[in-house]
């Protein structure tokens, strides 16, 4: 005999999946690493050309967003990436910390740390990072984020100690399109405008 499942049962499952899922969003909008360029004036932050900087880390602390997707407050725009959030902002503010005259570098490997016997493939062992002499390290934290506010939080260290701990938000007008083009020039506008708003700020000039 063919089991027959009730109309409310069966919704109330749908709407389960539909949350655990996180499929309730609406107009889907890709945004990817590749495509995002900065479109601001690297002139507007020429005090920055030629300064040295390790990207320390990005994390996503946002709890109204998830792993690839950010949304808009009524769920009807959902800004997915090619890779997660974390991704997306570390690849996009190296291309803009580039922009503006920025030069990245890398950690270095301190010999006379007690981990010094490396690993067995040659690589230097587990303890013995840290930033050349002088260079400031960043590190960005996601707090919240919808596509008409960001709340992130900025770390500078340098030396072993910490400079600058200092959150911010950023917001934009809802959006006043559907075209999904222009919905994914404004996510990029977002991430444009974390940058050159954590740029222009008194205290982050201060200890960078």
């Known amino acids: 005999m063919k089991k027959i499942i009730p109309w409310r049962a069966l919704a109330g499952f749908c709407i389960l999946a539909l949350v655990v899922t996180g499929c309730a969003g609406g107009t889907k909008i890709t945004m990817t690493q590749e495509k995002y360029a900065p479109s ?14 390790v990207l320390s880390s990005f994390f996503n602390q946002a ?13 009807k725009l959902n800004y997915e990436g090619n890779v997660s959030l974390e991704n997306l902002y570390w690849n996009s503010f190296q291309k803009a ?19 010094r016997h490396g690993w067995w493939w040659g690589a230097p062992g587990p303890g013995g990072y840290k930033a050349p002499r002088g260079v400031a390290e ?13 709340k992130f939080k900025a770390l500078i260290f ?22 999904k083009a222009e919905l994914e020039r404004r996510g990029y506008q977002l991430i444009d405008l974390a940058f050159t708003t ?3 700020d008194r205290d982050f000039q201060r200890v960078f």
């Open 198 to 200: 954590l740029l222009r």
């Open 158 to 179: 340098k030396e072993g100690e910490t400079k600058l701990d200092k959150d911010f938000t950023v917001t934009m007008a809802p959006a006043a399109t559907e075209d």
């Open 97 to 115: 910390f580039k922009h503006v005259g920025v030069i990245l570098v890398d950690y270095t490997y301190d010999g006379s740390h007690p981990y």
């Open 138 to 150: 960043f590190q960005f934290i996601l707090l919240s984020m919808t596509d008409q506010e960001l």
């Open 40 to 53: 601001f004036k690297a002139n507007d932050f020429a005090r920055y050309k030629g300064k040295k900087l």
């Open 63 to 75: 709890q109204n967003t998830k792993t690839y997707n950010y949304f808009s407050p009524d769920n």
